[in-house]
């Protein structure tokens, strides 16, 4: 297996204004790691904060943005209600799919009597695949349905629509994947990816664009619908979350609402539920309703397991839109029996699957592509999402099962690969396929499987050239044991919900140890044992004595490294409470990545020559200790201070301060403002005087200098001391050459200040480890 590579995002600082408006959110906490956050995430002014973190300040865009479409679809379902029209609901089997059906179900059910003049139909995921299919829209048609409307699919059915139009069925299409080049013949689309691919709306999932039709709907007809449009919410924010969207815009405004709505309906008793089935879900995957992690981890799973082990998934809607508390309860058991045994599956595919990677040669492999005749293809698509991850390429997983000449499957794309404009490149070789950049589904003859396997790895390598793909683990923060707790959850809490574009945030903690570790089978909702493990543990390090409670899912102990380790890990809290057995709320880590430390396993030995941390005492003057005021940016450079400490036989007594916290850029604009007043006064400056102002290296300043030359500037040395003059310009800045020698100045400034931050809090135990023992570390 390619070996993962582990990076920590670089983090300009934010200005101190800002962090003191996200402090003002958690009063409790120092509001620094949050506002680093998201400053990175491109929140960067007091009013967008203000929207990110409180939703009623956020203003939604009208569901008529769409335009003539959404006219034309609001006016056809108007004329279907006034001639009493039959009305069909097309759906999908996934969760966006499934919760798109509901919100169109109870939504459109305000305007059109239930299983009277409105139905719904969701095609078998293990028999007849995504998007509309011949067979279906004949069913129909026997049941004189005169319009369909469609949710999270259809947007490239062509074929299909035309028959449904010939078959005299008008069909509305509400979807957000991928167009096709031509617009479908239908009375309307309504799809974000007709609009700028910055618009507020672009990244709506399948779920918030039905609910924009019905919102449409409401606010055309709004003296007959009997319940509040925002019912529907709960709805929204499960299928969002559960989907594979950027929640920004309205996708987080929606979320946000939506979580909200849940987490009221949750507190209420089994009988007070406005949605049981969603409460009892809850209940049996142990969640309270208030965070997204209830969703990604607990509903939005147990709702796709459904499908995927059963084919139909059709009594989901009626388990999330149900009054009827007993029939509620029977289909969430049969909803947990079903995710259970999607474990179970998934776990024999993921071992079957790691056994052919360890036969490949991944070094000449763009895609992955395997088939076997064995595998289930309702858990493929979980499957090459983890293979895709880990090999850091895209990965397609085919079945040939049955007696069928088609191999069906699954794709899962990686490191920003447009997995569904890859796939469409291969259409000559497909039967049919459909999906969106990031996850495809396919089916293509077996005899083709060879072809395809070569064509798709050939046009990846055309598109790649000579670059290489590295399966990453990207970690956003450095933070210690000490750190982990209610505080910081707080602070981080403040970026919810979370999806791509805003991922939860991933913690590295360096040189920890594990204790306490034991594995835990995991049961069914019948009380059998199903074959997927976790592995609960304790984390420790250096900085407390207390011990902090984590999770590792679908990993055995044994798979802990012994002694040091580094760690990637979330920050979660775990509502669960069970008094009898002693089980109450506590907040705990979800382990991602673990690694033994770059630092030895013999990191109690003292070193030769005692170290002191007088980091935290201030200005300190000691004629007995060799001080170190300035924060280091590499090992090198502590090293030369350990061995003059040696060479002196003095301790050496680390004071330096906390990191400079001027902007990278801002550091260049100092240097040029530097350069200007020397120019003008003719004086000169030492090198020690520059890098004390400017808080960079020797090395950074040289880089610096460089790249004055690009403004014209000259550097003298003249008598232990430089000058700078201002020459005329044989260049201009907008040259491309100079901008980025400019911009590489810069970058190495921010790299800088990421090592000097890491030296300011790394432990002494690792200091003294790596003097005592010269261990090679890596930063």
């Not at 203003?59 to 479409?69: D, I, R």
């Not at 609910?211 to 003296?223: C, G, H, S």
């Not at 965070?291 to 388990?319: H, K, W, Y």
Request: proline share 5%; net charge negative.
């Amino acid at each position: 297996m390619t070996q993962l590579q582990w990076t920590v995002i670089s983090i300009e600082p934010p200005p101190d204004w800002f962090v003191q408006a996200v402090k003002s959110y958690v009063p409790h906490s120092s509001g620094h790691y949050a506002a680093q956050l998201l400053w990175q995430r491109g929140i960067q002014d007091v009013q967008q904060l203000a929207e990110f973190i409180k939703p009623q300040l956020y203003q939604a865009s009208s569901p008529f943005v769409f335009g003539q479409e959404m006219q034309q679809a609001v006016a056809r379902l108007q004329q279907a209600r006034d001639r009493t029209e039959k009305v069909t609901i097309w759906g999908d089997f996934d969760a966006d799919g499934i919760t798109s059906t509901a919100v169109l179900w109870d939504g459109l059910g305000q305007f059109f009597p239930q299983h009277q003049q409105l139905n719904y139909y969701i095609p078998n995921r293990l028999t007849q695949s995504h998007g509309l299919n011949c067979q279906g829209i004949d069913e129909l048609a026997q049941n004189n349905t005169a319009l369909i409307v469609t949710c999270d699919t259809g947007s490239t059915n062509i074929e299909e629509i035309t028959y449904a139009n010939s078959l005299g069925i008008d069909v509305i299409v509400t979807d957000h994947h991928t167009l096709p080049s031509d617009r479908p013949p239908v009375t309307a689309i309504i799809n974000p990816r007709y609009l700028p691919s910055n618009h507020q709306l672009f990244n709506l999932s399948g779920v918030a664009v039905a609910y924009k039709l019905v919102e449409a709907l409401y606010q055309t007809l709004p003296d007959i619908p009997q319940q509040p449009l925002e019912d529907l919410l709960d709805l929204v924010a499960i299928g969002l979350i559960a989907d594979l969207v950027q929640l920004n815009g309205d996708c987080r405004y929606l979320a946000q609402v939506g979580i909200e709505k849940m987490q009221s309906d949750s507190k209420k008793s089994e009988t007070e539920r406005r949605r049981p089935g969603v409460g009892r879900l809850l209940d049996l995957c142990r969640r309270s309703g208030d965070r997204p992690t209830d969703i990604s981890f607990g509903l939005g799973p147990r709702i796709n397991a459904v499908s995927r082990i059963q084919g139909d998934a059709s009594f989901c809607v009626e388990l999330l839109t149900s009054r009827d508390v007993e029939r509620c309860n029977q289909l969430a058991q049969e909803t947990e029996l079903a995710n259970a045994r999607r474990k179970s599956l998934q776990k024999d595919v993921q071992q079957q699957v790691n056994a052919k990677l360890e036969r490949m040669d991944l070094s000449t492999t763009s895609v992955i592509v395997l088939e076997d005749p064995q595998w289930a293809v309702g858990v493929l698509g979980l499957v090459a999402g983890q293979v895709a991850q880990q090999t850091g390429r895209p990965t397609v997983l085919l079945s040939t099962e049955g007696q069928t000449a088609f191999a069906r499957g699954s794709a899962r794309s990686v490191n920003q690969v447009d997995l569904y404009q890859l796939v469409k490149d291969q259409a000559h070789l497909l039967h049919r396929f459909g999906g969106h950049p990031f996850a495809a589904g396919l089916s293509l003859p077996i005899e083709n499987i060879p072809l395809f396997t070569d064509a798709i790895n050939q046009r990846l390598r055309q598109i790649l050239g000579n670059a290489t793909s590295q399966p990453t683990m990207q970690a956003d923060l450095v933070v210690t044991v000490a750190d982990l707790g209610k505080k910081l959850f707080w602070e981080l809490n403040l970026l919810e919900p979370c999806g791509m574009g805003n991922p939860v945030p991933k913690l590295l903690i360096q040189n920890c140890w594990i204790d306490k570790t034991w594995n835990r089978n995991i049961r069914d909702a019948q009380g059998k044992e199903v074959k997927y493990i976790k592995t609960d543990f304790e984390l420790r390090d250096e900085s407390t004595n207390l011990r902090f409670p984590g999770v590792w899912w679908g990993h055995y102990r044994e798979e802990i490294p012994k002694g040091r380790c580094d760690a990637i890990v979330e920050l979660d809290y775990n509502s669960y409470e069970n008094p009898e057995k002693g089980i109450k709320p506590h907040y705990e880590v979800r382990l991602l990545a673990i690694r033994s430390s770059a630092i030895t396993n013999q990191c109690t030995s003292s070193a030769p020559n005692k170290i002191l941390d007088w980091r935290q005492e201030g200005s300190v003057q000691v004629a007995s200790v060799l001080l170190v005021k300035n924060c280091p940016s590499n090992w090198d450079d502590l090293r030369a201070w350990y061995e003059r400490s040696l060479d002196e036989n003095k301790p050496l007594a680390i004071a330096f301060s906390a990191p400079n916290s001027v902007s990278p850029r801002q550091v260049w604009l100092n240097l040029v403002g530097i350069a200007k007043y020397l120019s003008r006064t003719e004086q000169s400056v030492t090198r020690i005087q520059l890098m004390e102002k400017l808080g960079i290296s020797d090395l950074l300043l040289r880089l610096g200098f460089t790249a004055l030359k690009c403004l014209g500037f000259k550097v003298s040395f003249q008598n232990g001391a430089f000058k700078i003059s201002l020459l005329q310009l044989e260049s201009t800045i907008a040259d491309t050459e100079n901008l980025q020698t400019i911009e590489q100045f810069i970058a190495a400034v921010r790299e800088e200040q990421f090592q000097r931050q890491y030296f300011y809090k790394v432990p002494l135990s690792t200091i003294s480890a790596v003097f005592s023992e010269e261990v090679p570390v890596e930063v």
